[in-house]
């Protein structure tokens, strides 16, 4: 099964930035909505930015003004912004592709994930 490939994450201090990467191909990129999850340890995955099909976008309160979602349609890829990063986004970021949906929390469609790529952000 086609996969997406993050990149991007690392270690950084708090108040920093980091910009993750999330290409996919093309027959994926057209048509999805696309997210980003996290899962810190011991807690559950969830949803900090999301774009629709259409070209809307939401963020989870926790990382609202500080993190932006955006796709450049010309390489298959979306991007996830990170500003004035703190310890507590420390976690695995994923990127998620809903073919065919329009947002990445709608039913139906089809699901790719990448494997994710980890963010450590020191105090």
């Known amino acids: 099964q086609e996969q997406l490939v993050e990149s991007g994450g690392g270690l950084v201090q708090a108040g920093g930035s980091l910009r993750l990467s999330c290409a996919a191909s093309g027959r994926i990129f057209r048509l999805s909505a696309m997210g980003w999850y996290r899962q810190a340890p011991g807690k559950q995955r969830e949803l900090v930015a999301a774009e629709t099909s259409g070209g809307s976008t939401n963020y989870a309160d926790s990382v609202k003004g500080r993190f932006t979602i955006s796709r450049d349609n010309a390489v298959n890829t979306v991007y996830l912004q990170m500003n004035n990063l703190k310890p507590e986004d420390t976690a695995v970021y994923y990127c998620?592709?809903?073919?065919?949906?329009?947002?990445?929390?709608?039913?139906?469609?089809?699901?790719?994930w990448g494997k994710g790529t980890l963010v450590t952000v020191s105090s």
């Open positions: 998620n592709a809903k073919r065919g949906a329009v947002t990445v929390e709608s039913p139906g469609g089809m699901d790719y």
